[in-house]
């Protein structure tokens, strides 16, 4: 059994050839096998992983913020740099978010295993169930309560354009 998600036919080649690396101080509480979903790079990406979790820059005796990455891999090792990040892997990061805090009931979060139904992402033609990762930090109350709130600002933002 997987501990990032249930494999499935798009996400397995991702999770067997490119197992993310424990190493590296963001501690994913859920990670999505992004490869197969990378809108126009999807034949041609380093864009392994997306993920929700504990932020590299915490301060793990005090505040436990949480953070996205993009977890790449250029030249066959992973990349610790910043990135720039396209405006679809933006999207698809605030899709992930909403899908695995905000989904169905007060938080996703608590849940061990969160369902990301078919056609969530572009290119994703089955469902998935990610499994969270890790223990939700002690300060995650109030870190939920503010993206919640930015999350309700981007809903009024989107409301007031036409995207039809």
């Not at 405006?87 to 899908?99: A, F, G, S």
């Not at 009931?105 to 078919?118: G, K, L, Q, Y």
């Amino acid at each position: 059994m997987n501990p990032l998600a249930k494999p499935t036919t798009e996400t397995t080649p991702t999770l067997l050839d490119c197992p993310p690396p424990d190493y590296l101080k963001h501690k994913p509480l859920f990670m999505l096998p992004y490869a197969p979903f990378d809108g126009p790079y999807v034949n041609d990406t380093d864009a392994m992983y997306l993920s929700v979790g504990l932020a590299q820059w915490r301060d793990e005796d005090e505040t436990s913020e949480l953070s996205a990455k993009v977890w790449r891999m250029p030249d066959q090792k992973w990349s610790r740099q910043s990135e720039e990040i396209p405006l679809h892997r933006l999207i698809d990061l605030c899709i992930l978010l909403t899908k695995t805090f905000y989904q169905t009931h007060s938080t996703n979060a608590v849940s061990p295993v969160v369902e990301i139904p078919a056609g969530t992402f572009e290119y994703q033609k089955e469902s998935m169930g990610l499994r969270r990762l890790t223990n939700l930090p002690a300060a995650f109350d109030g870190e939920y309560s503010r993206i919640k709130q930015r999350l309700k600002q981007l809903r009024d933002e989107l409301a007031d354009v036409d995207l039809d």
